[in-house]
């Protein structure tokens, strides 16, 4: 019943975020979709023992890879569907509670906890990159042409 919960809130997060980034009403489920598949490959690697970021990165790959699948199927620009897709993923949760710990003057923690936001976000960042470089490499040695500037 978890994974359900998971899948649903995480659907509902990635579609909402959608609606506030304007995204075109006609791919607002396939925005959802693409959050939905990243938060879940997270949570399944994080419930079987890996480390958050690695997870993290795993999560974002999948997430650059769908949105370039749905960049090209729907004839959307894919920062839509990267944005929208990554939001699950964004330890936002954890920045506030390393604000809170600097604020509350727990130093200790609050360093530990911008560490780890530090390492989650650049794991995001790390992951579509990687993904964006692997679809580089598979067009350019495929040997299909793409339109060069003069």
Known sequence: ???????????V??????????????VLFQCGIVGMAGWIVYYLFVQNGMDTVPATILGAMLVA?????????????IIIFNVSGI???????MA???MRSFVQNDY??????????????GGIAIGLM?????????????????????
């Open 65 to 77: 890879l769908l949105s370039q699948i749905c960049s090209r199927v729907y004839k959307t620009p």
């Open 96 to 98: 506030y509670e390393a």
């Open 130 to 150: 990687f993904s964006e470089v692997l679809n580089q490499i598979i067009r350019k040695t495929s040997g299909r042409k793409t339109r060069t500037q003069l």
């Open 87 to 93: 939001i699950p993923l964004v330890p936002g949760g």
């Open 13 to 26: 997060a990635s579609a909402g975020f959608g609606i506030l980034f304007n995204a075109p009403r006609k």
């Open 108 to 121: 200790f923690n609050a360093v530990q906890y911008s560490a780890k936001v530090m390492l989650l976000a």
């Open 1 to 11: 019943m978890a994974i359900v919960a998971q899948l649903i809130t995480s659907f």
